[in-house]
Each structure stands twice: as structure tokens, then as C-alpha cells.
């Protein structure tokens, strides 16, 4: 491996760590040529090895929880280290990690919503809440009228926030009712689910021309959210909602009501079970330093959103 000349700003423990790990001469040189962007270059190795290489991987990870210079990069990694420990089995040792991103004046608001969509999907509603709120911490503390100009898109965490103290018997405070007042009019969220067409065979995605949703089934392949984001960008007018769903979701669908897994009409069945309020459909495209849509905890404009996908 040629070991390149590093340049400021990186420090010069973070250079020796990184030339002590086993990582693919590509990602060197890439640290090499753009040092400033060092934390989204590793977090990328990180998820790229994460099947291949594990224990580099975990290497990369804990490299960054230690070292990185951003805190945002930091909390990435620690969220990164939870997801492939839980994949381990290792559930206690993944909750530990997210206890220590939890811990008051640590939690960044990036990964504060992360955290608080994952936790609204789990049911944790307390915590969920407690993300939210820091999330939106800028906007709790801005006037409330300002929320009526804004793009729907960042009314998202506020919004989640509004959805989760309603259903914790909270009564409505000044955002959330002007959060709220800002969606209604809309179109339904379960009538375009609705409104769902395709088959498995068409790649894994499944939507109708007139609709504003797509299902992307998840995997392990990369690119092939890449493709997903691809088809997005090509056929986006308005706003869409994208909804991640496990395959084994839709034929466990199927088998309990004797349906063709493949028939679109079993997939607008399915689509039709997901409550209106829940965290899983997401707003496309999510603003740029918001949680990618494809669920690899990054960054958009780092992850499906870079201007690499084209």
C-alpha cells in the first residue's frame, strides 16, 4: 500500500491510526485528496465493509468514535457500531451505545432525528419524544409564525414531534397545532399508499405514475438504493413519500390472507395496513443534512442524496 502525504487538517494521531488499519488503497487516497472530508470518507468505508470486512469495519468505527474531529461524524459511528452489533445479536451492547448518545448534552440535533424516527417506529415513545425535542430545538425556540412559511420537508421532526405527544395524551402546545394546521388540507397519506402499482420483477420498487409513493424493499446491496434514488430523481414532480419494507413483510402479508405475493394489488393491501401516522413513510427527497431515506443513519446529501448518485 503506498502511503500517501497527508495535509492539514488532519491530525497526525488520526493519520497514524488510519495507516494502521487495513483499509483499501482507494479510501486512502481519497482521505489523501480531500483530508477536510475525512469523517464522511470513513463512515463510508465503514458501511461499504460492513459485510465483506466486519472486523475492519468495527475498526473504522471505533477509530471515529475516538478520533473523529466533527462530533456530528463521532455520533454516526456510534450509531453505525450499534446497528452491527444488534445485527450480531449483541443487543446489550448496542443499547449501551445508544444510551451513551442519549446522555444530556451529548445528542446532536442530526442524530437526534434519527433516533427519534427509529424510537417512533419501536413504540418508544418517551425517548422518541425526547429526541424530538432535541431535533427541534431551533424551532422550539423560534416564534411560531415562522412555521406557516416553512417547506413541508422541514416540518418533518416537528411534525413527528406533534404525531408523538398526541399519542403520549400530551395537550397540544402552540407548535403543535400550528405544525398540524400547516398538513391539513393535504392529501392523505393511507389514499396514496393506496394508490401503489408494480411488481417484484420490476427491481424491488413498486409505484404508479399518478401516485406520490414508492416502496423500496431493503437489502444489503448498495447500489441498489442508488438505483432506487436514480428513479426518483428521473420521475419526481412534487413531493413523494418512500416507504423501506422488509420482503418477508409483504409475503407474511400474503400468506395471512392467501394473497399472490407478487400481485400489485397484494402490495396495496399491505400498503394499506401502515397507520397514518406512522414514522416509516418519509418525505423525498429529505432535506440535505437530514437522515437518509435508504436507513443508513447518514446524512442524505452524504449517502443517496450525493451528487455521486447519478
Known sequence: MTEPAFSAPLDPGLVAAILDTDLPQHVIDDLAQSPDAAGEILLNAAYELRGSRPDTARRVLDLLRDRAPDADHRQYAVHMSARLLREEGRTEEADRLIEELMRPGV??????????????????????????????????????????????????????????????????????????????????????????????????????????????????????????????????????????????????????????????????????????????PVVWPPERNAACWCGSGRKYKKCCGSPAVR
Open 107 to 280: 445528542l446532536g440535533r442530526p442524530m437526534a432525528a434519527v433516533l427519534a424516527d427509529e424510537f417512533t417506529e419501536a413504540g418508544d415513545l418517551d425517548r422518541a419524544l425526547y429526541c424530538y425535542n432535541v431535533a427541534c430545538r431551533s424551532l422550539l425556540a423560534a416564534p411560531v409564525e415562522l412555521v406557516e412559511g416553512m417547506d413541508p420537508v422541514g416540518l418533518l421532526p416537528l411534525t413527528g414531534r406533534a404525531r408523538v405527544r398526541e399519542r403520549l395524551g400530551l395537550p397540544a402546545d402552540e407548535h403543535d397545532r400550528a405544525v398540524l394546521a400547516a398538513g391539513e388540507g393535504g392529501p392523505s397519506l393511507v389514499d396514496e399508499m393506496g394508490r401503489l402499482d408494480g411488481t417484484a420483477e420490476e427491481g424491488g420498487t413498486f409505484e404508479d405514475p399518478t401516485a406520490r409513493v414508492r416502496v423500496a424493499l431493503t437489502g444489503e446491496d448498495r447500489s441498489y438504493y442508488e438505483d432506487v434514488e436514480r428513479g426518483l430523481r428521473e420521475s419526481a414532480g412534487e413531493l413523494r413519500f418512500v416507504v423501506r419494507a422488509d420482503p418477508g413483510e409483504i409475503d407474511a402479508h400474503a400468506r395471512e390472507r392467501g394473497l399472490d405475493p407478487k400481485d400489485p394489488d397484494t402490495l396495496r393491501s399491505w400498503a394499506r395496513t401502515l397507520d397514518a401516522d406512522s414514522a416509516r
